[in-house]
Every structure is written in C-alpha cells, then in structure tokens.
C-alpha cells in the first residue's frame, strides 16, 4: 500500500460465496463467531447504495444515466423486504447538467424515487452533486439539512462525512473545482476530531470520496483524516464510493469498504447495492446483491 500504511496482518476464508476477512492470532475462532452470527438477529441493519448519477441524458462509456431509476427501484424492493433500519446513499446521486435548473431536475427526478423508501435517509454529498449546484441548493433538494453530522442508532455512532472543498479551502459548486482535489478542511477535521472525543459508542464513517490511498479517487489529506479515526479507537468501517469498484482495505484496525457504482453497466444484472448487519462483539457482516462483493469481518 502507498504513502506509508501500514496493513495489519489479515487472514481470509470463503463462506457462503463471501470474503471473510479476520484480523489477530486465533483467526478460526472469530470465523466461528461469524458464522455463528447467521442465526442472530443483527443490532442494526442499514442499507448502501452509492454513485447513481442520475441524469436524463444517454449512455457515456459503461455509464448509463437514465437506467439508475430502474436499478433503484430494485434496491428499494430488496431494502423492503430486508428492511434496514436507515439507508445512506454514499454521494454522486445526480450527474453533470450544463445549467441549474436542468441539474435541479435530475435532482427532484431521482429523489422522487429515493424518498419512496420506507425508512429514514442519509446522503453524502459527492462531487457531481455539486457540479452546477451549491451544496445549500442540493442539501434542500434533498431535504437534508447539513453535509458532514453523526447520529446515534441502536447503541452505535454514525459520521457522514464532506470532502468536497478544494484544497484552498472552498466549497465546490458552479464548476469552480477538480475532481482530483477533494479535502476534508481544517474546521470539518476539528468538528470529527471533537465527535468522536464526545462519543462513547462504537463509530461507522460515511464517505464519498475514499480515505484509503486510491490515488486521485483520495482526499488530498486521507492520512490525516485516518490518523483521527485511528486515535479515537472507536472507528469500526469507512463505508464509502467514488471510484465505482469493490474494494477493501484494512488499514491500522478499520475496515475501509469502497462499494460499486449503480450507473455502471446496462441493464439489472450490472445493479449493485448492499445491506450491513451489525453485531455483537464488533461483528459486520456487508451482503451485497448484483455486483457488488459480500464481506464477513470480525475484530480482534
């Protein structure tokens, strides 16, 4: 891994075609314990989706705009039956338009579908959520008050975090940026570092652009937005989008999980989306449907 981290040393197993990814020195034993966790009833189960970029326009490269209105739906029948306590949709819900209100209609289209779901909503803001819009006018189009808070649900701690400020320390909008500069600023990393000092629960990370090195899929200061998570020794996953891959690294203890795009490829079968349970004994099982890549991890 690039940059220095440091990956603590991992053992893997395949259990019911997932990735079972087990950190420490009695690796069988935590593999018991996951599979253990088949038949308990999860503290919290949440929903994922990430990186829609809905947008009536046609077809560029593997992305398809228009079909993510279908590829939702799917989700949110699976999310019914599974039903997940809340769902975060990871950033980049709309795409590019060339004027505000064009991107605003993409805007009320897509989350005329979203708020359907029957459980509350989360979203990051991505960096095409702000392409032509200001943050205010996609947060209000979503009703969504703030880009980076945290809430408390069944006994853990959940951070929704925002990188899209240039390195100069201003917000994106109305194309005023890179999409290879995303950072997290001096003022966010202040607020993270003061929530999790304040918490006493076990913290789940919501982000869009990754915190693992990933190069220009990064934030621009990831390591030191690890080195704050790393030290509050409350952070169990980074669950975040961006780059549009499975993906998964473990990185000094947290587990970063990046999930695929659901506006890459044609048609259901390239859909791709996720429920997480979450357990006793720092247990978190990620099952994911269509593309994307199931996970079993257990702490030490």
């Not at 996951?34 to 919290?44: F, G, H, K, Q, S």
């Not at 003022?187 to 999790?196: F, G, I, R």
């Not at 999980?257 to 720092?282: I, P, R």
Request: one cysteine or more; hydrophobic letters at 35%; aromatic letters at 8%.
């Amino acid at each position: 891994m690039s940059n220095g981290t440091t990956l603590l040393r991992r053992r893997a197993f395949l259990y019911r075609g997932g990735l079972c990814l087990l950190t420490g020195t009695a690796p069988w034993q935590r593999a018991a314990r996951l599979m253990a966790e088949d038949t308990v009833t999860p503290r919290l189960r949440l929903g994922l989706i990430t990186d829609l970029h809905y947008a009536d326009k046609a077809p560029s490269g593997s992305r398809h705009y228009r079909q993510t209105i279908d590829k939702l739906t799917e989700a949110a029948g699976r999310f019914a039956v599974d039903k997940p306590q809340f769902v975060v949709e990871l950033g980049d819900l709309i795409d590019a338009a060339d004027s505000v209100a064009v991107e605003q209609r993409y805007l009320k289209r897509i989350q005329r579908e979203f708020s359907q779901l029957a459980c509350p909503r989360h979203c990051v803001l991505g960096n095409h959520c702000v392409d032509t819009l200001t943050k205010r006018e996609f947060l209000d189009g979503v009703s969504q008050p703030k880009s980076f808070y945290a809430f408390d649900a069944a006994g853990y701690h959940f951070i929704v975090l925002d990188a899209c400020f240039r390195s100069d320390g201003r917000p994106y909008q109305r194309r005023n940026f890179d999409w290879t500069d995303p950072n997290i600023p001096p003022h966010e990393v202040e607020w993270l570092q003061a929530d999790l000092a304040a918490t006493g629960h076990k913290t789940i990370v919501f982000a869009h652009q990754r915190l693992d090195p990933a190069g220009n899929h990064s934030v621009k200061n990831a390591a030191q937005v690890r080195r704050v998570l790393e030290a509050s020794g409350k952070v169990l996953a980074v669950f975040q989008g961006h780059s549009h891959e499975n993906h998964h690294a473990l990185i000094n203890g947290i587990h970063y999980c990046t999930l695929v795009g659901m506006v890459e490829g044609s048609g259901q079968k390239n859909n791709g989306y996720a429920t997480v349970d979450l357990h006793a004994g720092d247990v978190i099982r990620l099952t994911g449907y269509r593309r994307q890549q199931n996970y079993r991890w257990a702490a030490d």
